[in-house]
């Protein structure tokens, strides 16, 4: 049974810098919380050309401290610290989530990530509470890793380190089946529902991060 969910939340987060309303494609690729200090830490990519937008930041009373910024190539990598209450990371850390990754753009902040279904409800009340909610989705989370049989795994090793999928084919599978002293119907039975696996595994990852 999945207890898992995936969650995506938009939210207009009133009186945060991210209300700056110039502010387009900002992705936070990792925050550090220090709740003891009252703090938290963040590290976003901006695109160069809203580097004056992001020098407002520091009129937020929000904004602790701008520790660095960074031109990389065509972005800018802005390090600085925010504060810890009524902030949506601290929140969210408070209430033990995984963080997948967020998204400013807009106005607007969009949070993804996984939570325990008994806490979705309770978690975007709180959220709720925190600024206006423009858009929920939620759905069942993916297992971390697809699960195959000891048989499907099995088998789909000795194809991958024989040359079955090699092209052109190092041994066949009559050859393969043999060597696992099974019947050929039974190796590509095993092998095809492995396969299966796998590939509806990455196509869902990959309508995921689309979405």
């Known amino acids: 049974m999945n207890l898992l969910n995936r969650v995506k939340v938009t939210i207009i987060h009133e009186g945060c810098w991210t209300n700056l309303p110039s502010l387009r494609d900002i992705y936070t690729i990792n925050y550090n919380v220090y709740p003891e200090k009252g703090y938290l830490r963040s590290r976003i990519i901006v695109p160069k050309g809203l580097r004056k937008e992001v020098l407002k930041m520091k009129n937020y009373d929000s904004i602790k401290k701008i520790n660095h910024i960074h031109s990389v190539d065509s972005t800018i990598l802005v390090d600085f610290l925010n504060t810890y209450k009524d902030s949506i990371a601290g929140y969210l850390y408070d209430n033990e989530v995984l963080f997948l990754g967020n998204m400013i753009g807009n106005g607007k902040e969009t949070w993804d990530f996984i939570t325990t279904k008994n806490k979705v409800n309770e978690i975007i009340n709180g ?74 595994f990455y196509l869902d990852y990959l309508d995921d991060e689309l979405q």
């Not at 195959?148 to 050859?175: C, F, H, T, W």
């Open 127 to 200: 959220l709720s509470s925190m600024g206006k909610i423009v858009d929920v989705k939620i759905k069942d989370c993916p297992r971390l890793i697809p699960q195959l049989s000891s048989s499907q795994l099995k088998v789909l090793r000795y194809a991958l380190s024989n040359g079955y999928l090699d092209y052109p084919r190092i041994m066949d599978a009559e050859e393969l089946a043999k060597k696992l002293n099974i019947s050929k119907i039974t190796f590509l039975y095993h092998l095809r529902a492995a396969e299966r696996k796998l590939i509806e």
